[in-house]
Every structure is written in C-alpha cells, then in structure tokens.
C-alpha cells in the first residue's frame, strides 16, 4: 500500500509539472518546430545529443524522424550522436569526453542544419561544448533545459530557442521533455505533410 502511495504521489508530480508546462512551453515547442521544419525544408538535418535519459531521448526522436511517428510519410533526416560507440570512446580517450558531441558536430554539421541539445541541468560540459561547435558551424540551436537553464541558457542567440521546463526534478525534466519531442514530431508532420487522411 505504501508502494502504491508512492507511485499514486509520482503520478500526481509529473501531472502536474506537465500542467504548468503547457501553460508556459507552447510558444518556445512551436518556435522550435518552425525552426526545425524550415531547416528539413532547405536540405538540412537534425542532429541530437544528451546524456543518459536525455541520450536515449536524443535517440528516440531521430528515430521518430528517421522512420515514422503516427502515420505514413517518408523519412526524414535526423543523427542521434550519442550511439556510435567507436566514435564516443575514441573522442572521450583521444581527447576529452566533453568534446563527444562537438567534434562529430564539427564534421557533421553545417547550415541549415540544427542542433537539438538536451540537458536537464543546461549544465553538461559536453552538450555545452555541443552548442559552442553548432554556432561556430553557423548551426541554430534548439535546447532542451530545465531548473534555471544553466550555462546552455546563457550561450544561446536570437536565431535559437529553449524549451525550458519550469521543474527541479532531472525526472519530472525528462518527462516533459519527452512529450516535447513527441509535440515536435507532430508539428513537423503537421507542416511537411498537412491534415492526417481519417481511414473510415
Ligand atoms: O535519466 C537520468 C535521471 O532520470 C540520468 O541518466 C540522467 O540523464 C544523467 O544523470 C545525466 O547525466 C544528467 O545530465 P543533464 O540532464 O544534467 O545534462
Ligand atoms: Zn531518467
């Protein structure tokens, strides 16, 4: 029972840190759409990054984009950085594990390609250094953050956008976060693709 309260009471947090982030995120999730679907629309791709959830969250939207998300389309052009484990160990063991992420933007990237960095602390040296390479590759940024953005918040410019969860839990960050990829996913297809055709 006392298990159950818990979980009941984790339901509850993360409802409500979803509630007060749909009051604030819809302007910062369709701007980060905009972004995106005008970079697809000119040739370019998405590349993504973070770490550990946020990895597997970078992850979970190339493949939104690279495969499907809720219907039929073609694919559409997106990187996930963190999967090529040859890459990351030789980077993090030749050089520093905080340049994973730059030194495969730094070859990868170049206008009008965008940059998804995910951080639930804005803090990561490495998404940090992520966000350093896509500007100096002339890249737009769309950060994830949370808590108080961190020192991503503080590097980004005009041309870039943060989704930042108004939360202080890495978890209840990262449960937004998703649904944010999921809101992305939509609205890009929305814009390439129009109204969803309703089988009878
Ligand atoms: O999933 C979780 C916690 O929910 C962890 O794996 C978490 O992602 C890791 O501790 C990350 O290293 C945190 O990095 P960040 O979100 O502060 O950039
Ligand atoms: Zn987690």
New binding site residues.
């Given amino acids: 029972m006392e298990l159950e309260q818990r979980v009941r009471g984790l339901f509850q947090d993360s409802i409500k840190t979803k509630t007060e982030a749909a009051a604030v995120l819809a302007p910062a999730i369709a701007q980060a759409a905009e972004i995106l679907v005008e970079s697809l629309l000119s040739d370019g791709k998405i590349l993504a990054c ?6 597997a969250d970078a992850q979970h939207f190339s493949s939104e984009l690279l495969n499907r998300f809720e219907r039929e389309r073609p694919g559409l052009p997106a990187i996930a950085l963190t999967t090529d484990s040859s890459t990351l160990t030789s980077i993090g063991n030749d050089y520093r594990f905080d340049d994973v992420f730059a030194k495969q933007i730094r070859a990868l990237g170049h206008p009008p390609d965008v940059l998804l960095a ?7 040296s490495n ?1 940090v250094e992520a966000v350093n390479a896509a500007h100096d590759r002339n890249m737009r940024v769309v950060a994830m953050t ?1 808590r108080a953005g961190g020192t991503l918040a503080g590097l980004l410019g005009q041309a870039d956008v943060e989704i930042r969860v108004p939360a202080t839990s ?2 209840r ?2 449960e937004v976060h998703l649904l944010a990829i999921h809101c992305l996913c939509d609205l890009i297809d929305h814009r390439l693709f129009g109204q969803e055709v309703q089988t009878p």
């Fill in positions: 973070g770490n550990g959830g946020s990895a995910i951080s639930t602390s804005g803090n990561s998404i949370g890495t978890a960050i990262q």
